[in-house]
């Protein structure tokens, strides 16, 4: 069946300008992730969903970072006035209910300029 | 808080030599353990798991042992073919208000030359 989607595969865009990542998760899949790869370093938490909830923001990086989900379907990741150092490749990953197996998307890379 | 501790690559066999990539953690509650691959061009994928102490995960040839006492999650493989070329992730999951969050390490880049 289907996995993971995200798109755009790749961004190239200006400082200070906003961008939209978006999630397709595995129809039926509850629970959603998104996480940050940064060049030649681990994954980082941003944010998960239960449904459309999102129980713990903690994770994003700063004020300018925002994610929703509708539809217990589809999220989109939301960076504005974005900044060179927000460069990274973006993973969503979804899983049938919170504590079962995580999927991962082929991730969106994000490059500042 | 939770981390994962890898070591640092590139690691680089030949062919059929035995692989070890260290990995150990620091947890607050009872994580389950997980090693992930990233194949060239390719997405995230679960490599194998583990959810409590002592059990072993396996797969494609390579195994971790969760290891409680010494908090570690040690991946192994007898012998390595040019295809297992990748980067290796070690993560660790515990419940909490982030759902069943990983935490990963810093990723292993294997090479393996024939």
């Known amino acids: 069946g289907a996995g993971v989607s995200q798109s755009p595969s790749n961004k190239v865009t200006e400082k200070g300008k906003d961008v939209e990542l978006r999630c397709d998760p595995i129809s039926g899949h509850t629970a959603l992730y998104w996480y940050r790869q940064r060049l030649g370093q681990g994954l980082e938490f941003l944010i998960y969903f239960q449904g459309n909830s999102a129980p713990d923001k903690s994770g994003l990086p700063s004020d300018r970072f925002s994610a929703e989900r509708t539809g217990e379907s589809v999220s989109t990741l939301t960076i504005q006035r974005t900044q060179q150092e927000d460069s990274a490749v973006y993973l969503c990953?979804?899983?049938?209910?919170?504590?079962?197996?995580?999927?991962f998307g082929p991730g969106t890379r994000l490059t500042v300029t | 808080g939770n981390s994962v501790t890898q070591m640092e690559g590139p690691v680089t066999l030949s062919e059929e030599a035995f692989l070890t990539i260290n990995c150990t953690y620091t947890?607050?509650?009872?994580?389950?353990l997980f090693w992930y691959v990233q194949y060239p061009g390719e997405g995230l994928q679960l490599l194998l798991k583990?959810?409590?102490?002592?059990d072993k995960g396996s797969n494609k040839g390579f195994e971790a042992t969760y290891r409680k006492e010494t908090t570690s999650f040690h991946l192994e493989k007898g012998s390595v073919q040019v295809s297992d070329s990748a980067v290796y992730f070690c993560?660790?999951?515990?419940?909490?208000?982030?759902?069943?969050?990983?935490?990963f390490g810093g990723g292993t880049r294997l090479m393996v030359k024939p």
């Open positions: 947890a607050t509650g009872y994580p389950s």
């Open positions: 990953a979804s899983s049938l209910e919170p504590s079962y197996e995580q999927y």
């Open positions: 993560a660790l999951s515990d419940w909490n208000n982030a759902g069943n969050m990983l935490t």
């Open positions: 583990a959810t409590k102490a002592d």
